[in-house]
């Protein structure tokens, strides 16, 4: 097989977010990967990518992976424990748009963030719409525990993420266990986001649900650190690896 062709994550980052804001829509992504393949230092470049083409930006990133907050995010956001605790300490000018939610113990509720991102976008008590980001990085982690998002598909984040394109809400997800993400998420999302997968139940069934070309099957094991494929709803894969070079 021919080799596929290159690009950096500045143009993963363009190809995900300038198509839906160019439209006066939100984004709508699904970033899978094995650990350390490279999924939450490209949430923070689509981060700053989202807030850089947003007249008036704000980024919520659910960062509940580690007992500390990811170094990636804490060195381009804001850090709250909590909405509540944004609340009580509202951004300052000099304060990053791109909020960073991380609670030793416990971490914020997934569906409190969404709520409070869907208020905004939607108009929170009388105030104008403001167009928001919902990054959760690694789902299963968000979701631990007695939560499952089988047993909140009609709560606040299966209804952020299934319908907020169209408020403008806009959202990317990570998890390491796509098996666990209800097909109709997956099938939903315009873009997904493959970094290196092993071989086995999480690929055949990212391989199933997108309908995977053979040679992406093949290609997706051998990814290095921070590269990534592309599988876009308009055009089923772009054919492209997108490497960690911006």
Partial sequence: MEPLPRAGQGALASAIVDFAFDRGWGFRCVVIGMPGSGKSFFLARLALYAASRSPHPLVFIHDAKDPEPQPQYLEIGTLRASVAD???????????????????????DPDVLAQKATDL??????QPRQPVALFIDELHHALSGSRTF???????????LREGRSWGLSSATATQTPQDIPTN????????????TKPGRG????SEQLNLAPDLIEAIPRLGDGEAILCDA???????IYGPDW
């Fill in 203 to 206: 690929l055949d069934y990212v």
């Fill in 86 to 108: 944004l609340e009580a300490r509202p951004l300052t000018a000099e304060d990053s748009p791109i909020v960073v939610f991380h609670n030793r113990r416990p971490p914020e």
């Fill in 185 to 196: 998420l997956l099938t939903t999302t315009e873009m997904t986001v493959l970094f290196r």
């Fill in 150 to 160: 089988a047993s909140g598909v009609k709560g606040p984040i299966a209804t952020a």
């Fill in 121 to 126: 976008a939607l108009g929170e008590s009388g």
């Fill in 234 to 240: 308009r055009r089923i894969d772009d054919r492209m």
